[in-house]
């Protein structure tokens, strides 16, 4: 069984708590319900099975390219240190006002960068709220309209 071969530890509590969650998910229970009944993160058990998958997929890989090399070779992996992803929204507003030494013809080096500071903070997804509908825009073929 590949989590048995592939994780170190407690193979099977972790096969029991995986096996509950895709149970619980597949029955419509809600995440943010599950993590609180099972008092555990979504990213530190998608992160745990992804390093399975990974630990899995490299030892066949390995396995089969030693079973029928005809010569000996390189091989370059990346492995990611999360699997989890992350949705980020930015939200600005910028204004600008140039004075131009001819209106009916604006310079390029009339214009100056405003000063502005971009900070990104990282919060975990609870603590996060999208924008509401109305503020979020939508790109046409050739017109921006907002939602509504």
Known sequence: MLIEKHVKGQPGEFFSRIDEIRNR?????DPVEIERALNMKWQEVTDALGKATWAALLSNLISVTAAHAVAPGKLALAETNTYTHYEMHAI???SMRVKHADPAN??????????????????DRDEVEPPPVAERQIAGDDERETAQ
Not at 25 to 29: E, K, P, R
Not at 106 to 123: A, G, H
């Open 92 to 94: 600005t507003d910028i």
């Open 106 to 123: 604006p310079q390029i080096d009339e214009f100056q960068l405003p000063d502005f500071k971009l900070d990104l903070i990282v919060k």
């Open 25 to 29: 998910l597949l029955h419509g229970d």
